[in-house]
């Protein structure tokens, strides 16, 4: 469907926003409706050009709770869907987040975290909305959220959340900051033909015989699109697998341990991460974010003074690797998270740990990067 | 007697008899947009009805066409959606006034301001009646519901003149009792291009009715009779409704205006590349092999 | 609206000149008991009066509408239209032309 150029092949030197507006039109998203918010506008700013452009179409609406429902309702009229949001709006759209994960749609939320909380730092950095991702809609669910660290990274990663959100039919997060939002380095976008896509599945029976939650082996069920003859009944009710809402507890247990056991049970799918020198450490220091990539310094000097520390990037954030962590901490003295809050996914690190190893955490307000000192020095008492 | 009534069809007949109550004017309502859109020769594949929650809500579990039940207030926006992914699909909001006025209200407003191409049906029963009968934004001055105990402190809104102020391109308002002009109103807000709104007043015997003491709905229905004025073309600012007295229903507004649709292509002129108005159906994919889940 | 009597032929105040081509439509009633819900607005609003309330209920317990004058019907579909369950619909009846005038 898309034309030769839709996708700006070649170097670029580009900033985080508009590498992941590019990522976006790369991976075949055709529809944004969002609103503006300090610091992700220019990621709307750039495909209110760009989407018409390459034939799609670019909305704003009245506020990130429209845009939220605009990009499910987009999603079911058959398009590749995405918004971009900061803190203040990412609160707005947990409600319909919600309804993403109820009935099962496929779309990208980009989160260019800010400081908060409130209105907060609109223009620094924060990562204060990481257990927000997780737990941010009401209910039981389980979500999928990235971190990218550079504008490449935003690239790609926005690419892998679309590929993600098509083939497990979820709402996947992008869970950016600021400063990588806003940095600007090169950005390498590689040839159509290189990248690689998934796309929903769609319907192998007849409109007789579909069930829009009927799932498959691997837990997801396929979707049909609005429009081509399905009929099909879509709510966000607790509903049976013809899609009718059902008010009891036996529908509730089946649908709602499946939607978390489509995330679960594929978790070995879905988790990725970056190690550098994890094996054989005596520090980990896990991060994500610009949080990993602020870590670089710290470590190498560390490296310098002779205590053997390794890196975990979390590339997926939500499904957290436990399993790793866990096998890390019965090899490792201790872990060290920074992270620009006062404590989220270092939390996770420590559950995870079980007390095989000390977590520490070194957190910030919020309005700027890590003191590459401060780094060290949690890496120095974890090695003790 | 096994027969299949004219409407099942569009009806989906294992969730028939519906959970409204008796009485409740939303039956109707719902016969006559069935009615409406037999006669309109819409194609049915091409029909999706968005609702929002409430007891008018559940109008779209009822429909055999693709329908949502979204959250609530956000039928609008997510029709939005739904309609500029494929603008080949006619997509009808329909929900009561709670739900589109109150918490739906901004996005009500702005989808009338930009006139997008779809149609809202309104049933207005003054109340919030899924919730048990609680006051909301067209509840009338004075009236009594669980949290107007009171009576009720507020002026409400009158639909049609907000639709007519936002932007609608077709304004009408009936009552469940007058089911011919009705069906023909929805036939027409059918086929107008751009944000039609057609207000429907109903019954709510089990909540707003009792609780004024307007007895059952039959009874509205003959007050509806005796009260009921059709003013075709009046002015939307004079039409609000009070707890006693005239209703006044027919078609306020019917204008021409591009639609925003019409606007995009306009302003992008030939950058305008059209792939994403035709929706072919996606191809059926060939044999895949699933992997299963892990464990 | 002018209350037809009850006899078979309407009475005129001036006879319609193309009487003898007029056909009134009759209309056999379909009952869907079980969907009824008994709010009567079909028995009121039937203009030749045909429906009443039974003294049978359904298994909800719901008195549902009986055609007590079918001959009367003239397949008006005012019940199909207001009913609010889908409990009722009527079908035209093909009738010989009647001559209800001279």
Not at chain 1, 282 to 303: F, H, M, N, Q, W
Request: charged fraction near 25%; include cysteine.
């Amino acid at each position: 469907m898309e034309s030769e150029s839709d996708v700006l092949a070649g170097e670029h030197f580009l900033s985080g926003n508009e590498a992941c507006a590019e990522g976006a039109i790369a991976a075949g998203c055709r529809f944004f409706a969002g609103y503006p918010i300090t610091p992700s506008t220019e990621v709307a700013e750039h495909l209110a050009e760009r989407l018409p452009e390459v034939g799609g179409i670019f909305v704003q609406m009245e506020d990130e709770i429209a845009s939220m429902n605009a990009i499910l309702g987009a999603a079911w009229g058959g398009k590749k869907t995405m918004t971009a949001t900061s803190g203040p709006g990412f609160s707005l759209m947990m409600e319909n987040l919600g309804l993403g994960v109820m009935t099962e749609t496929p779309c990208v939320l980009v989160n260019v975290q800010r400081g908060g909380p409130s209105t907060g730092l609109p223009t620094l950095v924060g990562q204060g909305d990481m257990m927000q991702a997780r737990w941010g809609s009401h209910g039981p669910y389980e979500i999928i959220a990235l971190s990218p660290s550079s504008p490449q990274e935003f690239f790609d990663f926005t690419i892998k959340a679309f590929n993600l959100s098509e083939q497990w039919r979820v709402p996947v997060l992008v869970m950016a900051d600021e400063v990588v939002g806003h940095m600007t380095e090169k950005v390498t976008i590689p040839e159509q033909d290189s990248i690689n896509l998934v796309a929903r599945r769609t319907p192998r029976v007849s409109p007789e015989k579909y069930r829009p939650y009927e799932p498959d082996e691997d837990l997801v069920p396929q979707m049909a699109i609005a429009g081509t003859g399905y009929r099909m009944h879509i709510t966000g009710l607790t509903h049976d697998r013809k899609g009718y809402p059902v008010i009891n507890e036996e529908a509730q247990g089946e649908l709602v341990q499946r939607l978390v056991d489509k995330i679960r049970r594929n978790r070995n799918k879905i988790i990725e991460y970056q190690e550098d020198m994890c094996d054989g450490a005596d520090v980990i220091v896990c991060s994500y974010g610009i949080s990993a990539r602020t870590s670089l310094l710290p470590i190498e000097k560390a490296r310098d003074e002779g205590i053997k520390v390794g890196l975990l990037k979390l590339v997926v954030v939500w499904p957290f690797p436990e399993e790793r962590i866990d096998r890390l901490a019965g090899n490792c003295k201790g872990f060290v998270v920074p992270e620009i809050n006062f404590g989220q996914i270092s939390l996770e690190v420590e559950r995870c740990a079980h007390g095989k190893a000390k977590v520490i955490q070194v957190p910030h307000a919020g309005g700027g990067i890590h003191d590459p000192e401060k780094v060290l020095e949690a890496i120095r008492r974890a090695a003790a | 007697m096994n027969e299949r009534h004219p409407k099942d069809e569009m009806l989906r007949e294992d969730r028939i008899p519906h959970i409204w109550c008796s009485g409740c004017g939303l039956g109707t309502c719902l016969a006559a947009f069935i009615s409406a859109v037999q006669d309109s020769g819409i194609p049915r594949e091409k029909m999706c009805v968005v609702s929002g929650i409430g007891c008018t809500g559940r109008v779209a579990g009822y429909l055999n066409v693709d329908s949502f039940h979204t959250t609530h207030g956000r039928a609008i926006p997510f029709a939005a959606g739904l309609h500029l992914a494929n603008p080949s699909l006619k997509i009808v909001v329909f929900s009561g006034d709670g739900d589109l006025i109150a918490i739906g209200g901004n996005h009500f407003i702005h989808s009338a301001r930009r006139n997008l191409d779809m149609t809202v049906i309104c049933v207005n029963n003054f109340n919030y009646g899924m919730t048990g009968g609680q006051g909301g934004p067209t509840t009338p001055l004075g009236s009594r519901t669980t949290t107007t105990p009171y009576g009720n402190f507020e002026f409400p809104f009158s639909i049609p003149y907000l639709a007519a102020a936002s932007g609608a391109s077709y304004v009408a308002r009936w009552t469940a009792l007058d089911t011919r002009r009705l069906i023909k109103s929805m036939g027409e807000a059918l086929h107008k291009r751009g944000f039609s709104v057609v207000e429907i007043i109903s019954p709510c015997p089990t909540l707003y009715n009792r609780l004024n003491k307007q007895g059952s709905g039959l009874d509205v229905l003959k007050r509806y009779q005796r009260d009921t004025v059709i003013q075709h073309g009046a002015d939307p600012s004079k039409v609000a409704i009070e707890k006693e007295g005239k209703i006044i229903v027919g078609k306020f507004v019917d204008i021409e205006r591009p639609t925003f649709l019409d606007l995009v292509k306009e302003r992008l002129g030939d950058k305008f590349k059209g792939p994403w108005e035709k929706l072919e159906p996606p191809e059926v994919p060939l044999e895949v092999t699933i992997p299963s889940a892990d464990e | 609206m002018k209350e037809a009597s009850t006899a078979e032929k309407p009475k005129y105040w001036r006879t319609p000149l193309d009487l003898d081509k007029l056909k009134i439509p009759k209309g056999k009633l379909h009952l869907i008991k079980e969907r009824c819900k008994g709010c009567s607005f079909c028995v009121e609003y039937c203009p030749r009066d045909v429906l009443e309330l039974s003294l049978e209920f359904n298994s909800k317990g719901y008195h549902f509408p009986i055609a007590s004058h079918e001959e009367k019907c003239v397949n008006c579909k005012l019940c199909e239209m207001l009913c609010p369950e889908f409990a009722i619909f009527c079908e035209e009846v093909e009738t010989e032309v009647e001559k209800v005038g001279k």
